[in-house]
Each structure stands twice: as structure tokens, then as C-alpha cells.
């Protein structure tokens, strides 16, 4: 039987907010500045976690270019963690784009766009069925 909490998700957990506040206070490079860990996934053997991480801007080219800054800082960010968790093992880390945001956003919009079009075809509906029962009431009137 499984635990409910493994100790890779609660080591994951702590990295991503160790991370976060590392990124926030410790990299003053101007194209993190907006950068949120989104999530975290720890190898079982704890040596990789890959980090999830969202930008305030969604250009592909300053995506990459943050990810690059960030795989450049891999180690700094690395050392910091380290004195932060006190762990005997640190992962190795490996930023990710985590486009999930970006795909909640569309697919929300896709859902606005589909009951906007449902409500403007039962309007239709509903205006057909009273123009056929007006022409009804007409014929019968005759």
C-alpha cells in the first residue's frame, strides 16, 4: 500500500518553494523578474527534478531566452538550495516551460466562445418557434 505523501512529493514541494523565493530575492537578472515555479517533479532517487516554471510574457523568443538564463544559473540556484534544505542529495535541476497556463486560458475561451454560440442558437430557436406560432395564429384567424 502506498503512502498518501511520498517523500519525493514532499521534497518537491520544498524546492519549489525554496526556488520561488530564490528567484524572487536572489537572481536579479530583469528577464526572471516576472517567473513563478508552477510545479516540481523529483526523480524517486531525488538526483533530477525538473521545475516547472511560467513567465508573465508568452513571446517564444523570451521564453527561451529565460530558460536559457535560468540553465545558466542551474548551478547558483543548485548551491543556494542545497544550503536552504540541508539535504545530503541535491538534485540536479531542469527548468521547464510550463504551458498548462497558457492552455487554460485558450481552452477557457474556447468554452466562452461555444456557450456564447449555444445561447445566440436558442435565441434563434426560441424567436423561430414564436414567428411559426404568430403565422399560426394568423392562418387560423383567416
Known amino acids: 500500500m502506498a503512502r498518501e ?7 518537491g514541494q520544498q524546492i519549489q518553494k ?3 523565493v530564490i528567484l524572487m530575492r536572489e537572481i536579479k537578472d530583469p528577464r526572471l ?3 513563478t ?3 516540481v517533479e523529483v526523480t524517486r532517487d531525488l538526483a533530477y527534478a525538473k521545475i516547472f516554471v511560467t513567465f508573465i510574457n508568452d513571446n517564444a523568443d523570451e521564453i527561451k531566452a529565460s530558460l536559457s538564463v535560468l540553465a545558466e ?3 547558483y540556484i543548485r548551491s543556494l538550495l542545497g544550503k536552504r534544505l540541508r539535504a545530503r542529495i541535491m538534485p540536479h535541476l531542469r527548468f521547464v516551460y510550463d504551458s498548462s497556463m497558457k ?3 485558450r481552452i477557457g475561451a474556447l468554452v466562452d466562445k461555444a ?3 449555444d445561447k445566440n442558437k436558442d435565441k434563434q430557436a426560441d424567436n423561430s418557434a ?3 406560432e404568430k403565422n399560426n395564429d394568423s392562418e387560423q384567424g383567416d
Open 37 to 39: 515555479v508552477s510545479a
Open 73 to 75: 544559473a542551474e548551478g
Open 18 to 20: 525554496e526556488i520561488a
Open 130 to 132: 414564436v414567428d411559426s
Open 103 to 105: 492552455e487554460g486560458v
Open 33 to 35: 523578474s516576472m517567473t
Open 115 to 117: 456557450v456564447a454560440s
Open 5 to 11: 505523501y511520498a517523500r519525493t512529493d514532499r521534497v
